[in-house]
C-alpha cells in the first residue's frame, strides 16, 4: 500500500497492480441498499465510469480510538484498465470493529485491494454476483488518472460486466 499512499500524498500518477473485486446492491452494508460511507460525487453507490461520473469504489480503513481511516482518501480518482473505467474513492470496504485485520485494509498477496460497485439494483442477485466474479483478478490500475483514457460507460452489472 505504500505506493498507493505516496501517490494520493504528493497526486501523482502512479500505475501498478491492485487486487480488484465488486460490491452490488445485493451484498453492499446493509444488504438491498446503495448507502455508501464517504460520498464525494454520488450521494448512493453508483456511476457510469466516464471521468465525470466515475463508479464508486470501496477501500480498506482502519479504526483506532473511535476514529476511521480510509487507506485512500475519499475522493482519489483510480482508472481499471481491464474495465475501461474511472472510479472514485466513496466507501469502505470490510465491516466490524477491526477492519485493519481483513483483507480490504491488509491486501492481497502484497497488492492493494480494492471493491468497485457493480451495481445491481435494476438485476438479479445472481448476476451481480456473476459481475462480481467476472473483474476479481489482479488489474493494472492508474492512481490520479488523466481525464482522457477509454471508457465504456455504464454501471457494471446493467450494462453486461464486459472486461477487456
Not at 117 to 144: D, E, K, P
Request: with cysteine.
Amino acid at each position: 500500500m505504500t505506493k498507493v499512499k505516496a501517490a494520493t500524498a504528493e497526486r501523482k500518477t502512479v500505475q501498478l497492480t491492485a487486487y480488484i473485486t465488486g460490491y452490488s446492491y445485493w451484498d453492499n452494508t446493509p444488504p438491498g441498499s446503495a448507502e455508501i460511507a464517504r460520498p464525494v460525487v454520488h450521494r448512493l453507490a453508483g456511476g457510469k465510469g466516464s471521468y465525470s461520473d466515475p463508479i464508486t469504489l470501496a477501500v480498506g480503513h482502519s479504526i483506532a480510538n473511535g476514529r476511521q481511516t480510509l487507506d485512500v482518501p475519499a475522493g482519489t480518482r483510480i482508472y481499471l484498465k481491464r474495465l475501461r473505467k474511472y472510479a472514485i474513492v466513496e466507501d469502505v470496504c470490510g465491516d466490524g470493529p477491526r477492519p485493519q485485520a481483513g483483507p480490504c485494509h491488509t491486501g492481497h498477496r502484497g497488492h492493494p485491494w480494492f471493491d468497485i460497485y457493480v451495481g445491481g439494483a435494476g438485476s438479479t442477485a445472481g448476476r451481480a454476483q456473476a459481475c462480481m466474479n467476472r473483474i476479481t483478478a489482479l488489474q493494472t490500475v492508474i492512481i490520479h488518472p488523466r481525464k482522457d483514457l477509454p471508457v465504456v460507460a455504464g454501471a457494471l452489472t446493467e450494462s453486461g460486466c464486459r472486461v477487456f
